[in-house]
């Protein structure tokens, strides 16, 4: 059994994630695809690499195809990653490298001009006419060739909050906020609102705000039976005060 | 072929969801997983319970998952119950005894420190390390060991709607009302809106609102081509005058 | 390896489409379901249409199940269309006919009294009771019987701009936007922002407004690294000028 795993911006709603699939699926018939959710926001390159990050170490080794891609059918270059036994597969922007390098180190193959294209070639859905075949390719067992320093990966630049600040990172679908602050921070006040440093929701009071240590191992924000976005107002991107 | 069923209110655009696939396939990997929905309103475990007894008719027998867990790391059981060859998977908060006794009478089983957990476990995210392990194991033909009394399962109070009331219990993606209102009705007005009796949505003239039995039996408002959620302006969990 | 494709209204939310799902899998175990989008807007056959014509061409051969079905429960026929070695079931009601003439002429039979129903047919969810079992049982390779005239399907009519004006067909999750304009238009202003003709986003200004041919080859709007639907403040069906 092999497994296809598949993360990206594409929105649950319209056709794109089943084109991709059905692409797979005509290369690749016996691949099992497990969808890592499609409801990254619009081109949000980082939150898919953090998400992606996220996720492989809790699915079986395989292919690894995300697809947050605003630079799509421009210079940007189009790669499979090897790394720890595992392909990643996608646009070489910076959402393959943290979640690859988890496995240790990568190789890194060029795929932008692979024979396993669909041609013709869209300028703006690769997806469906690169990612995709390429991806089935490499999970039925085959190589690309056209192999380059990883060294010249693109990298995502650090992001760093403001002293006595937290950004807020991702909201998810509960209204948990995910920050970017440092880990063993114990504030006793985001904004202007008091928060309990507790273990998991129902520590803390109904509608109270909760400073926790997310399944991830990162610091987030919840309420009791609540939304810590609504409370608080933010979204992601936002910078709160903590103290 | 064993059947994996699974609904949560973990949305359909987070990680989430495919993580848990991800823990699945690693354990049974030739288990196939049907998603029943991961749209339940945050923590709302009545919907959950709702959705999953009249979803679990229709689908094939096997291990049925479900979470929707506001008390996930707290006192609340961890459980698997078996009724007429099924397993039910979850938070014992009465996400799943409406479901299960469905099938006949439930035997009970704590799995909340079972053997087969992800270690360490998280606090906030038992999906991914006690639920999804547990019906992975139990897919794979495994058995839990702690039985306890299935009439210390935790039970969902009935609501009651007011005297010439109804309660909206749920809205759907095209604005229909799932009522708590007694069978045979037969009401004329709702709220400030004529209303028909009907059996289907083309019965009456576009833009009408309508109350029909939905495919589970239950009494429901629509618009033939529009939305009784708009009409109304109402939401889950209001009352709705019916005379 | 039989594929099943399922599009539909139903919203990804809900548990109607795991529903159809497992309707399936009770019947057709072996087949394998590729979920072509169920975020159709409700009831919005053509947006329907358009995207199953615009899918089929990259799934696998299979049967095709697609449910976007304003007249549920009422005269309208409830179809399975054979063209080119595939089988499309779902309404007849303008759905099917365009993606099922890709493939070739089509033959049509009436499924709406088909043995294969799930008895007690409700009204108003043939997906679960109607098109479900029958994409089934064809998937299974069993034949439907009451073949009739393809000539009397329903067909969508055509809709036409205003001189000097697109309609929206679609938006996106990006916020892009699907025309329905003249091939080959090369406007340099829509509304009253000036849009540059291009071939992808990145080939124009970060916020700037491009004309350019999706990859079905029709025209469509976006904006690099934005929304066209957000900067222009329309939805689908508006019209916009094009000059």
Sequence with gaps: ??????????????????????VIASIAPDARIIDLGHGVPPQDVRTGARRLARALPFVPAGVHLAVVDPGVGGERRAVA??????WLVGPDNGLLIDAAER????????????????EPVSATFHGRDIFAPVAAHLALGEEPSEEFDPATLVRLEPVAPSEGAAIVL???SFGNLRLDAPAGA?????????????RTFGDVEPGALLLYTASDGTLALAVNGGS???LLGVRAGDEIRIT
Tied chains: 1, 2, 3.
């Design 1 to 22: 059994m092999t497994f296809i795993t598949f993360l990206s911006d594409y929105g649950p709603g319209d056709e794109y994630v089943g084109v991709v699939h059905g």
């Design 228 to 230: 810590a976005a609504a």
């Design 103 to 118: 496995f240790g180190a990568a190789r890194a193959f060029d795929v932008g001009a692979s024979p396993w294209r669909l």
């Design 186 to 198: 114990t504030p006793t006040r985001v904004n202007d609102h008091a928060v309990v440093n507790a």
């Design 81 to 86: 990653l090897r790394a720890g036994g595992r």
């Design 170 to 172: 991702e909201v998810d």
